[in-house]
């Protein structure tokens, strides 16, 4: 008897793939129905990529000049109306729906469960704490609406092929106007997107520069593969801060990583341990991060990445 | 102005957490406790607000046990005029949090509530956003950089797609990543001094907080390990492996 509204992040006018992780969490609680709510200015192009998503019932839409913006305390009114009738509601545990999704939970008087990484039953879930060092099991009242983050590195998304039906619904909240959106300010980058490559080469304070980061920059384009880095690069100005992988940046788990000059922190492992295929160069042999890679080369990674990006 | 800083003690960042062997939970006897590392950041930015003058006071809250109080004397210490201590014995939940530090606001109205964007403990980053909704204002969360113009905060959030820039009207509640400053270290002499600061102490209980049904955790585990990997001794035999299993 699960009904469930999943609510879509996007950017620029493009769905982002959470968006499909999630709906892969949904099924995963064995749902009657699934929902994908866009909240947009014009939804329309968004909605249609939604509609495609395996699995979706319904795309629900509201048109509205102050949702262009994703403002959490604009957007959660709205969603808290649409989920009367829904069991659960869930968006992906990005930076947007981490902003979002706890308004939505106070609006609705529930505890919210964070960064869903497994489903028992339709109210018991696994999440991660203390950065992923404890994996505990919750379990949310049974009579009151399920809030929900999903870990988006736990789930894959679900593949194309469905065509939902698309309908706009009214989302006449009184919404607040003492928020307002200035600027985004965004890296330009060619290379694939950091939470949904399949390949990535991360680069730590080892580096020592922003200009000697420039091989690693090489090396994952020879590779095809996206670019990260550890808190110290990031703090250190080599690179912007939304290539950050841990428990306070991004959360990955791409087929192959690559962490080179990178040491290995708690905070650091807790945003790779679900990676495929980890690979540690570092010159340390003693570097936490060996403990958990499954090939590691010790050496001076100025010699070993030129090598290594003619080899391939 | 006032500003309220939510401060929780939490297991320091550096202590790698047991699991206990029956599921029950995790090992927090004899384990080393500090500020919140996102908390320390908050505190710092009032702190900061409070020395160019855009604020009177900063007051550090904090909801947890009787022995809480050295922490707060931290706070203290570290710069803050007075401190609050809602003691429970039980570890609450980020409704209840949200709910608590609303009735602190209702009594404070601090111009500005920080907190940081996440406890390293629950690691659940809502209680910021809870109180924000609860209260009817504005949120700023993930915030690596401040301005206050008069009225309104202008503030640079760190969001997956880069730096997102927002304009807030105040009272607002604004939430820390950790570029947003570097905490300063605590003297001695301003630790002796942080004994004289007021700490007032309010049983939850008192408060009047309505009771939440709130989540139950049925069981603790460890984290699946990892095979153990090995270690290759040049580039070509990297090179081998991962062409083996079809990465390169």
Redesign the interface.
């Known amino acids: 008897m699960s009904k469930i509204l999943v609510i879509a992040e996007h950017l620029n006018g493009k769905l982002n793939s959470a968006t499909s992780r999630c709906v892969t969490c949904a099924n995963a609680i064995k749902a009657d129905s699934i929902d994908v709510l866009v909240l947009a200015d014009a939804p329309e192009a968004i909605a249609a990529e939604a509609a495609q998503i395996a699995g979706v019932s319904k795309v629900l839409t509201i048109a509205n000049a102050a949702n262009a913006h994703a403002l959490a305390q604009v957007l959660a009114p709205q969603i808290a109306k649409v989920a009367a009738g829904y069991t659960h509601v869930l968006a992906p545990s990005t930076t947007f729906g981490k902003d979002l999704l706890p308004c939505v939970a106070a609006l609705l008087g529930v505890a919210q469960v964070s960064d869903v990484m497994a489903v028992e039953d339709s109210h018991t879930f696994k999440r991660p704490i203390y950065a992923g060092n404890a994996i505990i099991t919750v379990k949310a009242p049974a009579d009151q609406t399920v809030v929900a983050t999903v870990r988006t590195a736990s789930w894959p998304t679900t593949g194309n092929g469905g065509s939902a039906s698309v309908e706009p619904v009214a989302g006449d909240a009184a919404l607040p106007t003492h928020t307002r959106f200035v600027e985004l300010q965004q890296g330009k980058s060619d290379r694939p997107d950091l939470q949904s490559a399949r390949k990535v080469v991360s680069g730590g304070r080892a580096l020592g520069s922003s200009d000697a980061f420039s091989i690693i920059y090489s090396l994952a384009d020879r590779m095809g593969a996206a670019v990260g880095a550890s808190r110290a690069a990031v703090d250190a100005g080599y690179v912007p801060n939304e290539l950050q992988v841990g428990q306070t940046g991004k959360i990955i788990s791409p087929d192959l990583y690559v962490a080179i000059g990178i040491s290995g922190a708690i905070q650091h492992l807790t945003g790779i341990k679900d990676a495929g295929t980890i690979v540690a160069i570092n010159k340390d042999g003693d570097a936490p991060i060996f403990e958990i890679a499954d090939y590691g080369l010790v050496g001076d990674l100025f010699q070993i990445i030129p090598e290594l990006e003619k080899s391939l | 102005m006032k500003i309220l800083v939510a401060y929780k003690r939490v ?1 320091d ?2 202590v ?2 047991q ?1 206990r062997p029956d599921g029950s939970g ?1 090992v927090t006897e004899g384990v080393k406790l500090s500020a919140n590392p996102f908390d320390d950041i908050a505190l710092e930015e009032a702190l900061r607000l409070r020395d160019k003058g855009l604020a009177t006071e900063v007051i550090v809250a904090t909801i947890g046990p009787a022995d809480c109080q050295a922490h707060l004397r931290n706070g203290l210490a570290m710069g803050a005029n007075r401190a609050i201590h809602v003691v429970s014995d039980e570890a609450v ?3 209840t949090a ?1 709910r608590v530090l609303l009735k602190l606001v209702e009594k404070e109205q601090p111009g500005i509530v920080i907190l940081g ?2 406890a ?11 109180l ?3 209260w ?7 915030a ?1 950089k401040v301005e206050i113009n008069g009225e309104t905060a ?1 503030v640079t ?13 105040l009272p ?1 509640v604004i939430t820390t ?3 947003l400053n570097e905490p300063r270290f605590i003297k001695l002499p301003d630790i002796m001094k942080a004994k004289s600061k007021p700490m007032e102490t309010i049983a939850i209980a008192d408060l009047g907080v309505p009771a ?12 699946a390990k ?2 153990k ?8 035999e ?2 081998a ?2 062409k083996s ?1 079809g ?2």
């Open positions: 297991v960042y550096n790698r957490i699991v995790v939940q980020p409704l949200a964007k996440q390293i403990d629950d690691d659940a980053s809502q209680t910021g956003q809870m924000a909704t609860l009817g204002r504005p949120q700023a969360t993930f690596s202008r959030r760190e969001v997956d797609a880069g730096l997102e820039v927002l304009d807030v009207d607002a990543d950790l570029r939440a049904a709130l989540l139950t955790t049925t069981h603790y585990a460890p984290p990892r095979s990997g090995v270690m290759v001794k040049d580039v070509a990297l090179v492996a991962l299993k990465l390169a």
